[in-house]
T-cell receptor, first 114, second 118 residues
Framework: GDSVTQMEGPVTLSEEAFLTINCTYT??????LFWYVQYPGEGLQLLLK?????DKGSNKGFEATYRKETTSFHLEKGSVQVSDSAVYFC?????????????FGKGTLLTVNP | GAGVSQTPSNKVTEKGKYVELRCDPI?????LYWYRQSLGQGPEFLIY????????DSGLPNDRFFAVRPEGSVSTLKIQRTERGDSAVYLC????????????????FGPGTRLTVL
């Protein structure tokens, strides 16, 4: 079945450092890909998404590009802030019949120190 | 406006007891989803409602788990004869519609209910 694998954390960075969180997927068909973020004490929020190959999703300085050839959707940010400290989840939705069912990775805890 | 709300935020129960977890979706959202997040894992799909009916309950782990949405708004997840392995955060999400990645189908998540079975 469909699955998402993302790099294990925790990841600890200093403010203004460059961030990459790797995500690869296995899916039948052509899924849509997402990054969700969970700030401390809050619910999951959609950070960005991409619906087809070579699409780039971006939001709040974060970017991720849908790479069909490597089945990847790595999250990047050029300069992280303390306020980016959160758990980040990569996820997909299958493009076929069950196109409402999000499949998530295990999550990556990011801590940004001042 | 108000987001998805879930009550209680924390629930501690003893093995074998019955529990109910409540979800209030965003007003007007017809689609509602339950997910379960075990420690160190990502959320896993449990059940999806479109209106009042459960359109897909394939993620429910066994027949001890049941969910209802009688009026197409509030939903209750019910767990009978709880086991220690049921301990997890139970997440609810809602969307205006369902299906695919379209903006109108984005799933909005509540803060979750942390269930601990002793």
């Amino acid at each position: 079945g469909d699955s998402v694998t993302q790099m294990e954390g925790p990841v600890t960075l200093s403010e203004e450092a460059f961030l990459t969180i790797n995500c690869t997927y296995t899916a039948t068909g052509y899924p849509s890909l997402f990054w969700y973020v969970q700030y401390p004490g809050e619910g999951l929020q959609l950070l960005l998404k991409a619906t087809k190959a070579d699409d780039k999703g971006s939001n709040k300085g974060f970017e991720a590009t849908y790479r069909k050839e490597t089945t990847s959707f790595h999250l990047e940010k050029g300069s992280v802030q303390v306020s980016d400290s959160a758990v980040y989840f990569c996820a997909l939705i299958y493009s076929g019949g069950s196109n409402y069912k999000l499949t998530f990775g295990k999550g990556t805890l990011l801590t940004v120190n001042p | 406006g108000a987001g998805v709300s879930q009550t209680p935020s924390n629930k501690v129960t003893e093995k074998g007891k019955y529990v109910e977890l409540r979800c209030d979706p965003i007003s007007g959202h017809t689609a509602l989803y339950w997910y379960r997040q075990s420690l160190g894992q990502g959320p896993e799909f449990l059940i999806y409602f479109q209106g009042t009916g459960a359109a897909d309950d394939s993620g429910l782990p066994n027949d001890r788990f049941f969910a209802v949405r009688p009026e197409g708004s509030v939903s209750t997840l019910k767990i009978q004869r709880t086991e220690r392995g049921d301990s997890a955060v139970y997440l609810c999400a809602s969307s205006p519609r369902s299906g695919g990645p379209n903006p109108t189908n984005e799933q909005f998540f509540g803060p979750g209910t942390r269930l601990t079975v002793l």
